[in-house]
């Protein structure tokens, strides 16, 4: 059966995540993730506080980076949480946002190697290992934890570019793919593929999910109304041939770009056209959606996870999605 | 010894008490069969709110407790919801019970704002 994911940004106050959370558990949603970024609220707490008031719903980073956190510190946490609620916790792991880690001063370098080296220690760690590593970015020369992990947790990779796609098929319990279009998700899948044909594993051994930029309700101008924002930004971070595979055109995307580095955020906004939304986002009423998630579906994922906005008012997003979205894909 | 800041404390915490009674005596005035309707509509205007920052997080983690127990419609599920929404969107809630047509009700939260 298809997996629903749903992402919260702590961004928002505790107490609206863990009232979302409940409502998703309800409605049918097996994943919960929380983005980690420093200039929002703690992932952890928030995590914490979501396992407290859930029951059932699996829940993780998505993701954390090895850059901002060291790997033996998300170990920790994760196998804290992991004994607050045994089963239920997984590692969502990337390369991080470069942007965001640069405003810190923190330099995003060896990204494959990073994300490989910490995905290493991560599993040492929460094994109960004594963990001595020599890597090319990470050096442990002699760390264990004083308590026992239970359980082995499993690791989503988080990737986009065609050789972090591979690494993440290759090592990843599971793989977060950032991409919201058929043509990029098949793209990015037959990549995943190949890494698990290296790692020696079969395609069902991978949870491949597909992170998407979403958007619901009844009337359609107020779905794409809520996600035009986040489409401009994603147009300005998106690289040249991601563009010009969706017809889009780049003058376009830099004009975009440079309005949202001058905070003109009406002219980025309206700059943003129906194909932009087509290709970086799941938007409409709950049966255009529920249209584009079978087609992604098809292109080869077994999660689906609703990603920012959600919709224009998010509980009645969740509730449409848990009512009209989520019934078409029981099998 | 009993310190300036110790007072302050006190105070709020007092204020905290008497807010409580107050809204517990609110909630007392709803029908019962408006409780549902009440409910979700208190629930819309909390979430939807832009002022996060004026939430107490004594009253969040009631209304997350009473959510989690499927009570948000009850009597004291209502007396959270009440409590925050009237902190966050007092001239919204004032609306919201007009539609309602609880007269009685809105009017005492009109006092309960003034005071």
């Given at each position: 059966?298809?997996?629903?994911?749903?992402?919260?940004?702590?961004?928002?106050?505790?107490?609206?995540?863990?009232?979302?959370?409940?409502?998703?558990?309800?409605?049918?949603?097996?994943?919960?993730?929380?983005?980690?970024?420093?200039?929002?609220?703690?992932?952890?707490?928030?995590?914490?506080?979501?396992?407290?008031?859930?029951?059932?719903?699996?829940?993780?980073?998505?993701?954390?980076?090895?850059?901002?956190?060291?790997?033996?510190?998300?170990?920790?946490?994760?196998?804290?949480?992991?004994?607050?609620?045994?089963?239920?916790?997984?590692?969502?792991?990337?390369?991080?946002?470069?942007?965001?880690?640069?405003?810190?001063?923190?330099?995003?370098?060896?990204?494959l190697t990073a994300v490989q080296e910490a995905v290493d220690i991560f599993r040492k760690m929460t094994g109960g290992e004594s963990v001595a590593y020599n890597?090319?970015?990470?050096?442990?020369?002699?760390?264990?934890?004083?308590?026992?992990?239970?359980?082995?947790?499993?690791?989503?990779?988080?990737?986009?570019?065609?050789?972090?796609?591979?690494?993440?098929?290759?090592?990843?319990?599971?793989?977060?793919?950032?991409?919201?279009?058929?043509?990029?998700?098949?793209?990015?899948?037959?990549?995943?593929?190949?890494?698990?044909?290296?790692?020696?594993?079969?395609?069902?051994?991978?949870?491949?999910?597909?992170?998407?930029?979403?958007?619901?309700?009844?009337?359609l101008k107020k779905a794409t109304k809520a996600a035009v924002p986040v489409v401009a930004f994603i147009v300005a971070g998106s690289p040249g041939m991601l563009?010009?595979?969706?017809?889009?055109?780049?003058?376009?995307?830099?004009?975009?770009?440079?309005?949202?580095?001058?905070?003109?955020?009406?002219?980025?906004?309206?700059?943003?056209?129906?194909?932009?939304?087509?290709?970086?986002?799941?938007?409409?009423?709950?049966?255009?959606?529920?249209?584009?998630?079978?087609?992604?579906?098809?292109?080869?994922?077994?999660?689906?996870?609703?990603?920012?906005?959600?919709?224009?008012?998010?509980?009645?997003?969740?509730?449409?999605?848990?009512?009209?979205?989520?019934?078409?894909?029981?099998? | 010894?009993?310190?300036?800041?110790?007072?302050?404390?006190?105070?709020?915490?007092?204020?905290?008490?008497?807010?409580?009674?107050?809204?517990?005596?609110?909630?007392?005035?709803?029908?019962?069969?408006?409780?549902?309707?009440?409910?979700?509509?208190?629930?819309?205007?909390?979430?939807?709110?832009?002022?996060?920052?004026?939430?107490?997080?004594?009253?969040?983690?009631?209304?997350?407790?009473?959510?989690?127990?499927?009570?948000?419609?009850?009597?004291?599920?209502?007396?959270?919801?009440?409590?925050?929404?009237?902190?966050?969107?007092?001239?919204?809630?004032?609306?919201?019970?007009?539609?309602?047509?609880?007269?009685?009700?809105?009017?005492?939260?009109?006092?309960?704002?003034?005071?």
């Amino acid at each position: 059966m298809t997996k629903f994911g749903i992402e919260f940004v702590p961004r928002e106050p505790y107490w609206k995540i863990i009232y979302y959370a409940i409502q998703a558990e309800r409605g049918g949603f097996s994943n919960l993730w929380v983005t980690d970024h420093f200039n929002n609220r703690n992932v952890y707490v928030t995590l914490t506080a979501t396992a407290v008031y859930t029951d059932k719903i699996t829940f993780g980073p998505g993701v954390t980076n090895p850059y901002m956190v060291n790997p033996v510190f998300t170990a920790q946490a994760i196998a804290t949480l992991n004994e607050l609620t045994p089963g239920r916790v997984v590692l969502g792991m990337g390369a991080g946002d470069k942007t965001t880690l640069e405003g810190v001063g923190v330099e995003v370098e060896k990204p494959l190697t990073a994300v490989q080296e910490a995905v290493d220690i991560f599993r040492k760690m929460t094994g109960g290992e004594s963990v001595a590593y020599n890597g090319a970015v990470f050096s442990v020369t002699n760390a264990k934890f004083l308590f026992k992990p239970k359980g082995q947790i499993p690791v989503y990779v988080g990737a986009q570019g065609p050789k972090m796609l591979e690494l993440a098929g290759k090592i990843g319990d599971g793989v977060l793919i950032n991409a919201c279009h058929p043509k990029d998700v098949e793209y990015a899948v037959n990549s995943v593929r190949e890494g698990i044909r290296q790692g020696g594993k079969k395609p069902d051994d991978v949870d491949v999910a597909a992170y998407t930029s979403f958007s619901v309700h009844e009337d359609l101008k107020k779905a794409t109304k809520a996600a035009v924002p986040v489409v401009a930004f994603i147009v300005a971070g998106s690289p040249g041939m991601l563009l010009e595979r969706h017809g889009i055109d780049l003058k376009k995307a830099e004009e975009i770009r440079a309005a949202l580095k001058a905070n003109d955020w009406s002219r980025a906004f309206s700059g943003v056209s129906p194909e932009m939304i087509g290709a970086f986002s799941v938007c409409g009423t709950p049966e255009m959606c529920t249209d584009r998630i079978a087609l992604l579906l098809k292109s080869g994922i077994s999660q689906f996870v609703v990603g920012s906005p959600i919709g224009s008012n998010v509980r009645e997003a969740i509730n449409l999605i848990t009512e009209k979205i989520i019934p078409q894909f029981k099998t | 010894m009993v310190t300036v800041k110790d007072k302050e404390s006190t105070n709020v915490s007092n204020r905290k008490g008497r807010i409580n009674m107050d809204y517990r005596k609110l909630s007392e005035m709803i029908p019962a069969e408006k409780w549902a309707v009440l409910s979700d509509k208190l629930i819309d205007l909390i979430l939807t709110s832009k002022n996060d920052d004026r939430m107490p997080s004594q009253v969040a983690n009631v209304i997350l407790r009473q959510w989690q127990n499927e009570s948000l419609k009850s009597e004291t599920g209502l007396t959270a919801l009440l409590q925050a929404a009237i902190l966050l969107e007092p001239e919204k809630v004032v609306v919201s019970l007009n539609e309602l047509q609880m007269t009685n009700v809105t009017e005492q939260v009109k006092e309960l704002l003034k005071s």
